[in-house]
């Protein structure tokens, strides 16, 4: 399954790039996200709790931060399993500057095994588009913070 798109923060890329790399502020943002406990330079332990249709679990795995270019782009990788299944997933964002304020272009692939893809199936597209706008929308909450 495959998510690409673009989200405009309202704050320059340095401090766009301060936040995608703030084990906290990740944790607050990704929806899901339980538990992010640093295992590392840019590794981490998660617990993400999902639920696609009416297939709901938990999920014990890693992710790590890869391919960093500071401050132009990342890639993420979300490896876990649970009860319902299995998740890989991976997202690239680069970061551009405009006038002030920072266009994330995101593109995600995702593979999801199990209960969770069965029942879900056809549901994970739109799911994926929606934990991706949550995410951004939760990232502009916590620049008005600062």
Known sequence: MKVEGTYTLPAPRD???????DPGVLARATPGVKKLEPQGDDMFKATIELGIGPVKGAYDGKVSITDK????????????????GTIRATGELRLEESEGKTVVNYTGDAQITGLI??????LIGGVAK???SEFFKALERELQKR
């Open 130 to 132: 929606q934990m991706a």
């Open 15 to 21: 401090k766009v790039w301060a936040l995608l790399n």
């Open 69 to 84: 270019v500071p401050p132009e782009r990342m890639t993420l990788r979300v490896e876990g399993g649970g009860k319902p």
């Open 117 to 122: 893809a069965s029942v879900g199936h056809r």
